[in-house]
Nanobody, 127 residues
Framework: QVQLVESGGGLVQAGGSLRLSCAASGRTFSGVAMGWFRQAPGKEREFVAALSGSGSRTAYKDSVKGRFTISRDNAQNTVYLQMNSLKPEDTAVYYC????????????????????WGQGTQVTVSS
């Protein structure tokens, strides 16, 4: 059974940094595109960042470009989201996501393209 477990969230002051991790199990994720989404209170879940299976291509939400970096360690079956220069508007529950085994493509930025989701990790940025 596929399982994604996020960690690394917490409370940080504006301008600070956090590194989120997503540990994947249940299948091999090497070569599989992965993504990060977030959901703020009262808002819909939104795309944050995506990484191709090779790690050579990335995509980011405009508001996080230059501040967030998605990366992966295939040997550890882990995907990371390094978040720098955090702002109060980054406060949300952050989710890691993986596509189904049947999904074909290099990079996915839409929620419907992902089949597996973690339980989420809370990130709170104080002003």
């Amino acid at each position: 059974q596929v399982q994604l477990v996020e960690s690394g969230g917490g409370l940080v002051q504006a301008g600070g940094s956090l590194r989120l991790s997503c540990a994947a199990s249940g299948r091999t994720f090497s070569g599989v595109a992965m993504g990060w989404f977030r959901q703020a209170p009262g808002k819909e879940r939104e795309f944050v960042a995506a990484l191709s299976g090779s790690g050579s291509r990335t995509a980011y939400k405009d508001s996080v470009k230059g501040r967030f970096t998605i990366s992966r360690d295939n040997a550890q079956n882990t995907v990371y989201l390094q978040m720098n220069s955090l702002k109060p508007e980054d406060t949300a529950v952050y989710y890691c996501a993986a596509p189904s085994e049947l999904r074909v493509g290099v990079l996915f930025t839409a929620e419907y393209e992902y089949a597996y989701w973690g339980q989420g990790t809370q990130v709170t940025v104080s002003s």
